[in-house]
């Protein structure tokens, strides 16, 4: 007879508050239940009382991992809004920054991920090596996390050529790094057998439930804002879509390993191009009008909406998080599964549940509901 199993809201195995509700059968996982919104935060509304310029640093609390990106995207979409161009030398060294954080990003997953396989001495080693990329982030930007490194017109600060160096002695290290993945999840290694055909999701199902990032192409499809929809300057670099078609935690993985070395690639051509001139300009009045930007955040596609009425607060803002569009493949992936496997499953998506949670709120007189975002 089919029994309820919850995970959460509050458990060691979830970083972050979320509560699964489990319907199993024996050991089988039949069906799933989720139920978001005990991190909401209302920061789409606070985005309505703050200027511009002080939505940065409210853009930047949405997601700490990928704190850098919410401002790149944010920063686009308004830059949109005032009819902005931003230097190319400002569009090269975001493209700098932001690979440099899909690398902290993709190699703290691996680090979650040796921890949830109880692979302790590659957690070990895979937290300690990761330390570099954030410690050359602190040197970039000033900080670890946070680092509030872009702004509306361009970038904050430059990288000169001492800092290159610094950046190319880390990155070439970074690739042992990644060799090192890449071993873990050979035909012989200990990651293979543990994640190999665990969480299959099928192309069609990543089509039809709208995945994005490594999550989509782990499923085969051929899918990255950074080549679809050119932003930066990564329309003007080179670099694979990574894709693998099986669609399990192991295809996932992979892409996920596979993509560090994109991303170094991507750094090295940026720093060996490197545009001379400005790194920001000074952004000028909204227009009133409807802003739309895109982004390809670690975990996949990050979109911004902006609505202006012409003065120096936007009048909405929305933000599409890419956890929120992945957060309904793991009911597809974890049915049938058997429920060892659920923490394992619900991990591969690298799901963010502070930055997807809405609230809704019923009035308790009228019935009538409305959806409270972020």
Request: charged residues 30%; hydrophobic residues 35%.
């Amino acid at each position: 007879m089919p029994r309820i199993v919850q995970i959460g809201p509050y458990r060691p195995q979830l970083v972050e508050p979320e509560r699964f509700e489990l319907i199993v059968d024996g050991e089988e996982i039949v069906d799933v239940n989720i139920e978001l919104g005990y991190v909401h935060r209302g920061i789409e509304r606070l985005f309505t009382t703050k200027t511009y310029m002080q939505n940065l640093a409210l853009a930047e609390r949405i997601c700490g991992i990928c704190s850098g990106v919410h401002t790149l995207c944010y920063a686009q979409t308004a830059e949109g809004l005032m009819e902005v161009t931003v230097p190319d030398r400002a569009r090269y060294l975001r493209c700098i920054y932001m690979e440099l954080e899909r690398l902290h990003s993709h190699y703290l997953w691996f680090g979650v991920l040796a921890h949830t396989l109880h692979e302790h001495e590659a957690f070990l080693k895979i937290m300690r090596e990761r330390e570099h990329v954030q410690d050359l982030l602190e040197y970039l930007t000033g900080n670890r996390m946070n680092y509030l490194i872009n702004t509306i017109g361009g970038v904050r600060r430059d990288i000169t050529p001492k800092k290159a160096e610094k950046i190319r002695k880390t990155i070439r290290e970074l690739r042992g790094l990644s060799d090192y993945l890449m071993t873990l999840l050979g035909d012989n290694g200990s990651f293979t057998e543990k994640t190999k055909g665990v969480g299959v999701l099928p192309r069609d199902k990543a089509l039809s439930l709208g995945a994005v990032g490594p999550t989509l192409r782990g499923s085969g499809i051929d899918s990255d804002v950074r080549k679809d929809d050119p932003y930066a300057a990564y329309g003007e670099l080179d670099f694979e879509v990574v894709t693998e078609d099986d669609g399990d935690v192991r295809a996932k993985s992979l892409v996920r390993a596979r993509e560090t070395y994109e991303s170094i690639n991507i750094i090295e051509q940026a720093l060996d191009n490197l545009p001379d001139g400005e790194i920001a300009v000074k952004p000028g009045e909204p227009l009133i009008k409807e802003e739309m930007g895109r982004a390809e955040a670690p975990r996949g596609e990050l979109f911004y909406y902006i609505k202006s009425d012409g003065t120096n607060i936007p009048k909405r803002v929305k933000v599409r998080t890419p956890s929120f569009a992945n957060n309904f493949t793991i009911i597809e992936m974890l049915r049938g599964e058997n429920l060892k496997n659920a923490r394992l499953v619900i991990e591969s998506v690298d799901p963010c549940f502070a930055c997807t949670d809405r609230v809704t709120v019923i009035d308790a007189k009228t019935g009538d509901k409305r959806i409270l975002r972020l």
